[in-house]
């Protein structure tokens, strides 16, 4: 009865295993076929050579709270007058997260512009 048992678990495991292996033996290899032209990515390969672009100018847009004016830092999000003021009081910064850590924004502020931002340091 128990090698009965043991066979049994045996044979249960080994059909599970092709049960699971299935699936990736039954694929049939890429073909040329025009039936399929349909379900092509509609994304055109010289788009995705675009967002790298994208992104770098976006990097190079960031604004230096070291050494931006009043009205740049003015046309930051959620920061009027009274923050840029402080921004340029608090001089120099060795991170953008000082303006949280030095309270010269609060957190929330922080958090709408920390990506617009950057502290550069003088070299």
Sequence with gaps: MRT????????????????????????????TDHKMD??????????????????EATKTELLDINSATSDQLDALPGVGKAYSAAIIKGRPYK?????????????????????KIIAKQKS
Excluded at 95 to 115: A, C, H, M, R, W
């Design 38 to 55: 349909h379900m092509a990515p509609t994304t055109k390969p010289s788009e995705s050579k675009m967002a790298p672009a994208k992104a």
């Design 95 to 115: 991170g953008k997260d000082e303006l949280v850590q030095k309270k010269i924004v609060p957190e929330k502020t922080y958090d709408g512009i920390k990506d």
């Design 4 to 31: 009965f048992k043991l066979a049994s678990l045996t044979a249960a495991a080994l059909t599970l295993g092709l049960l699971a292996a299935a699936p990736s033996m039954a694929q049939t290899p890429a073909t």
